[in-house]
T-cell receptor, first 114, second 112 residues
Framework: DAGVIQSPRHEVTEMGQEVTLRCKPI?????LFWYRQTMMRGLELLIY????????DSGMPEDRFSAKMPNASFSTLKIQPSEPRDSAVYFC????????????FGSGTRLTVV | GNSVTQMEGPVTLSEEAFLTINCTYT??????LFWYVQYPGEGLQLLLK???ADDKGSNKGFEATYRKETTSFHLEKGSVQVSDSAVYFC???????????WGLGTSLAVNP
């Protein structure tokens, strides 16, 4: 299994531009999570999906952030317009239902907004 | 509500020293408990887990025992290596949703 695949690995963009981060979960996993990690705030859950349906988006910081999961093998996190304070590492993780099943994380996308 | 408390870092050890990273939790019911490790520049990886009281999770020389009486899941390793330098996260899962509750992470630096 190739694991959770995120792209791009690094993204540098100018303030005000649209940014799209991509994630391919592990086949057969029916939960997908988007996290943001910064030194100041640590690991924050932004949103998660179950069977492609958003279940909890209470962590999405503001309307500039949106996430979609059009099918079981693909999800996007979009920031429009981007701001310097959005600079962080964004992780996608997937898992399947059941107690005691851990998450598998992708390698992350390091976003820098200048 | 459910919560996880980890010892604050950074922790700095010499190679072959004994490691303990404390983790305590608050949860209703019977949570599953996890340790994740994040090496520099990488995503988090599941290190070990335990799903019921008195279970011991182990992997790569690391161990943690699920202690319900003390609501703890401390991570231990008998002899650390430089390659163990990373950030370690304790987490729990309880309830019907699949959200993990995370500790803040403990940074470990092992010097040769």
């Amino acid at each position: 299994d190739a694991g959770v695949i995120q792209s791009p690995r690094h993204e540098v963009t100018e303030m005000g531009q649209e940014v799209t981060l991509r994630c391919k979960p592990i086949s057969g996993h029916d939960y997908l999570f988007w996290y943001r990690q910064t030194m100041m705030r640590g690991l924050e859950l932004l949103i998660y999906f179950n069977n492609n349906v958003p279940i909890d988006d209470s962590g999405m910081p503001e309307d500039r952030f949106s996430a979609k999961m059009p099918n079981a093998s693909f999800s996007t996190l979009k920031i429009q317009p981007s701001e310097p304070r959005d600079s962080a590492v964004y992780f996608c993780a997937s898992t399947r239902g059941g107690a005691g099943v851990g998450y598998t994380f992708g390698s992350g996308t390091r976003l820098t907004v200048v | 509500g459910n919560s996880v408390t980890q010892m604050e870092g950074p922790v700095t050890l010499s190679e072959e020293a004994f490691l303990t990273i404390n983790c305590t939790y608050t949860a209703t019911g019977y949570p599953s408990l996890f340790w994740y490790v994040q090496y520099p520049g990488e995503g988090l990886q599941l290190l070990l887990k335990a799903t019921k009281a008195d279970d011991k999770g182990s992997n790569k020389g690391f161990e943690a025992t699920y202690r319900k009486e003390t609501t703890s899941f401390h991570l231990e390793k008998g002899s650390v290596q430089v390659s163990d330098s990373a950030v370690y996260f304790c987490a729990l899962h309880a309830g019907n949703n699949r959200k993990l509750i995370w500790g803040l992470g403990t940074s470990l630096a092992v010097n040769p």
